[in-house]
T-cell receptor
Framework: RKEVEQDPGPFNVPEGATVAFNCTYS??????FFWYRQDCRKEPKLLMS???SGNEDGRFTAQLNRASQYISLLIRDSKLSDSATYLC??????????????FGKGTKLSVKP | DGGITQSPKYLFRKEGQNVTLSCEQN?????MYWYRQDPGQGLRLIYY???????QKGDIAEGYSVSREKKESFPLTVTSAQKNPTAFYLC?????????????FGDGTRLSIL
């Protein structure tokens, strides 16, 4: 099983749509979880951290299910500017490499007018 | 403004040549990282350093070398032993506050073979 697995997409949605991305991870010792956004030919930028209780930042909602080792990101009222690749990122969470992140390959979102 | 600066933005390597990618941060972060990204692929860790004068191999360290003589700087050398160096190279840093905080990235260096 891959360490962090995401549906590669692309997800093509109209403006205003709600879209959900899912991600599974294999290391049950993982401690921290994040969603990053990467625009074409740019560096990844932190979108939000994911907390056990779930968290919301404006139109974005992140959820974590530790029992199922599953993370999700929900985007409501999609904007054209949301078009990007969304990376699911998991902290290794143990020993000397606890700062190390494992990146999924990303899910591409394209929001159309 | 605080941030991570990578240079150059584009770099071309001749066969048999070593090239060095620069990464400087003024965020006072202890940990720094180098990743490689190939088209359609996720980021893969090359090397990381959690303190000055110490660094560890990541998943794909062969053909690369690093140094961490100063907290602010973590240069990456792509040696001639790296046979497929064409990729997007990203440097990141993070700090520790009870747990490692999310990594922040520089804007990357694109390396190509001439």
């Amino acid at each position: 099983r891959k360490e962090v697995e995401q549906d590669p997409g692309p997800f093509n949605v109209p403006e205003g749509a709600t879209v959900a991305f899912n991600c599974t991870y294999s290391n049950s010792a993982s401690q921290s979880f994040f969603w990053y956004r990467q625009d074409c030919r740019k560096e990844p930028k932190l979108l939000m951290s994911v907390y056990s209780s779930g968290n919301e930042d404006g139109r974005f909602t992140a959820q974590l299910n530790r029992a199922s080792q599953y993370i999700s990101l929900l985007i409501r009222d999609s904007k054209l500017s949301d078009s990007a690749t969304y990376l699911c990122v998991v902290n290794m969470g143990y020993g000397g490499s606890q700062g190390n992140l494992i990146f999924g390959k990303g899910t591409k979102l394209s929001v159309k007018p | 403004d605080g941030g991570i600066t990578q240079s150059p933005k584009y770099l071309f390597r001749k066969e048999g040549q070593n090239v060095t990618l620069s990464c400087e941060q003024n965020l006072n972060h202890d940990a720094m990282y180098w990743y490689r990204q190939d088209p359609g692929q996720g980021l893969r860790l090359i090397y990381y350093s959690q303190i000055v004068n110490d660094f560890q191999k990541g998943d794909i360290a062969e053909g690369y070398s690093v140094s961490r003589e100063k907290k602010e700087s973590f240069p990456l050398t792509v040696t001639s032993a790296q046979k497929n160096p064409t990729a997007f190279y990203l440097c990141a840093s993070s700090t520790y506050r009870g747990a490692y905080q999310p990594q922040h990235f520089g804007d990357g260096t694109r390396l190509s073979i001439l």
